[in-house]
């Protein structure tokens, strides 16, 4: 538990499924006024039931972050409400599957919409917020994928996932004089909705790939999260932080027993 998380606010974009929602559900445990943003309304309302039924009151926004306008209404809104904003956690992000020799120009500028062009206007349009705080937390949801390793049908995944860890270094030495940190979590393969998706055969051959013989939980991703909002972070900035289980550490699959 982080007592110095109680009372702040804290905005996810992505919040309503997968790791977002399980980010927003243990900053909430933690005493945080936490908002989520989605782009699907039914699925927004549903995240906000869910963290109901378990005691913990969540805001919610619609917000597409790869558009301006609505990303600086969405922050400006959450900030308003909830008596600032502290902890901007960066994580809308899509993942579709498609060949290098196949996509399409949209497929691609589609992806880095989202998880690159949308990293950047959230953390813009959180500055001011975070400047106020005093104490401003960005947290970057990245991923192995791109930064680390690669996955056949991710190339534009993979390229945007790296470019938001640019972004990460640039930003947080221009944001360092104003106390505010940025890093990022580099998740590997976490049990989620999406990764369920793609089918029992994958996930069985990714979890063999982990050297914890398991793939990781969305409370996981959350720990680091907690971590890097917390007081306890407060010198570090620009960092990245691998959480996979192991997965990136073998040379080959006969180092895993």
Known sequence: MYPDIQGKS????????????GLALNFARNGGKVAITAR?????????????????????????????QQVKETVALCAE????????????GVFPSAALCD????????????????????????????????????????????????Y???AHYASSKASQLGFMRTAALELAKDNITVNAILP???LTEGLADMGDDYIATMAKSVPLQRLGSVDDIAAAALFFASQAAGYITGQT??????????ESSSCIS
């Open 241 to 250: 932080l691998i959480v996979d289980g192991g997965q990136i550490l073998p």
């Open 188 to 190: 590997g393969n976490i």
């Open 81 to 92: 409400q909830n008596g600032g904003l502290d902890v901007l956690c960066c994580n809308a």
């Open 10 to 21: 804290i905005l996810i974009t992505g919040g309503s499924s997968g790791i977002g929602l």
């Open 103 to 150: 996509m399409t120009e949209s497929e691609w500028d589609d992806v880095h919409a989202v998880n690159s062009k949308g990293t950047f206007l959230c953390v813009q349009a959180a500055i001011p917020w975070l400047k106020q705080a005093g104490h401003g937390r960005i947290i970057l949801t990245s991923s192995i994928t791109g930064p680390v390793t690669g």
């Open 152 to 154: 056949p049908g991710w």
């Open 40 to 68: 699907n309304a039914a699925r927004l309302e549903a995240a906000i039931t869910m963290a109901s039924a378990q005691g913990l009151t969540i805001k919610g926004y619609v917000c597409d972050v790869s558009i301006a």
